[in-house]
């Protein structure tokens, strides 16, 4: 039987050290996308590299901007020399693992991945699981993630002395999507962080252990058990998008899961007590945002505009219903598809800042 082409869904290979150390296991020839902030921070990464004699080594500017298309050209067009057996690493935050995704995906028909991950978020939620995307303009509005790929990496780089950089805010946004697995997923987790609450490593392996274990039983999202991740993602978005993005993603999954529970509640599924319970939790735990900033937001925001960015929502039906996560039970979610008649209701609260 041939191997399995690159990218191909396996268990995750986490190695955790310092990047100079794991920089050797880099074969000669290889291509790195790089966050040029990271870069800054961090001046012995990119001699580090250089030293693996790279083919290139291409720089991104991160945050939402590197999920573009023109960012995509850039990096295929600088692994446009890289054999099929060859490695691809990307070294940054969320958004350049996701355009390198595609990229490794692209190239070739598909290289070898390698995601080394230097923000808390990505640490916990986006180098695992194999998905990559990049975003589009659709009548004005960037749309996130409309176009994309599964490419698992071949491995995982997690390196401490990366995240020693990072910003409270940085540490906050990464902080709630991992709790956002913990809520949904894990219940005695979740009573355990809410009496203590876990040191960064700790954080990092728990939300690793717990997506992988949806993963891996729906690689490619054939069955849709992969949707629970999307838990607080379907408001989320829509916030992130509306703020042109000076909301960071964390934050505004963290306003999204907030709002999902509101509907939750609306509908009957997710009890009372469990709202209140997960929500505390969050703004005690990593602190997430109060509902007077999605507020701000969704006030600023023609409603046709929220319309058009929920039916450009990969996970939207096709009726214009959204397929939600919603807790039933603390540690426990399920996908519901929920009518715009159910949002709209809820919005003038929402424009409020207030608890509906």
């Given amino acids: ?10 268990p995750p290979n986490d190695r955790w050290g310092s990047f100079t150390k ?33 083919r290139a ?26 054999p099929r057996s060859g490695t691809l690493v990307a070294v ?63 491995e995982t780089w997690l390196c401490p002395e990366l995240y ?23 219940a005695s987790l979740f009573k355990r962080y809410v009496r203590t609450p876990p040191k960064l490593e700790k954080l990092v392996k728990d939300a690793r252990g717990l997506k992988e274990g949806v993963c891996a039983k729906d690689p490619y999202e054939h069955q849709g058990l992969r949707r629970v991740l999307n838990f607080g993602h379907t408001f989320g978005h829509v ?18 899961i907030l709002w999902a529970l509101d509907v939750g509640r609306h509908l009957g599924i997710t009890p009372e007590p469990v709202a209140h319970e997960v929500e505390r939790a969050l703004a005690r735990g990593p602190g997430v945002l109060g509902r007077d900033r999605a507020a701000e937001i969704a006030q600023r925001a023609p409603l046709k505009d929220v319309v058009a960015l929920l039916d450009a929502d990969k996970k939207a039906g096709a009726n214009g219903e959204l397929r939600m996560v919603l807790l039933t039970a603390v540690g426990t979610a399920e996908v519901v598809d929920v009518m715009p008649k159910t949002w709209r209701a809820l919005w003038p609260a929402w424009t409020r800042g207030a608890r509906p």
């Fill in 1 to 10: 039987m041939s191997p399995l082409p690159p990218g191909s869904y396996s």
């Fill in 22 to 54: 794991l920089v050797t296991r880099l074969p000669e020839g290889s291509v790195a996308v790089v966050d040029r902030t990271v870069a800054r921070f961090h001046p012995t990464l990119i001699p580090a590299i250089e030293a693996r004699k790279p």
């Fill in 57 to 82: 080594i291409i720089q991104l500017v991160g945050g939402e901007r590197a999920k573009s298309l023109i960012s995509l050209q850039k990096v295929l067009a600088g692994g446009i020399t890289l």
């Fill in 92 to 154: 940054g935050g969320g958004t350049v693992g996701d355009v390198a995704t595609v990229a490794a995906h692209l190239l070739k028909r598909g290289v070898r991945l390698l995601q080394v991950p230097t923000t808390l978020l990505a640490a916990v939620d986006s180098s695992l699981g194999g998905k990559g995307a990049v975003d589009l303009v659709v009548r004005g509005r960037v749309v996130k993630n409309p176009a994309g790929v599964f490419h698992y990496a071949d």
């Fill in 164 to 186: 020693a950089t990072l910003s409270d805010a940085q540490v906050r946004e990464g902080s709630i999507e991992a709790w956002k697995m913990v809520a949904s997923l894990d």
């Fill in 239 to 256: 916030l992130e998008s509306l703020s042109r993005f000076k909301l960071s993603h964390g934050d505004a999954v963290g306003l999204g």
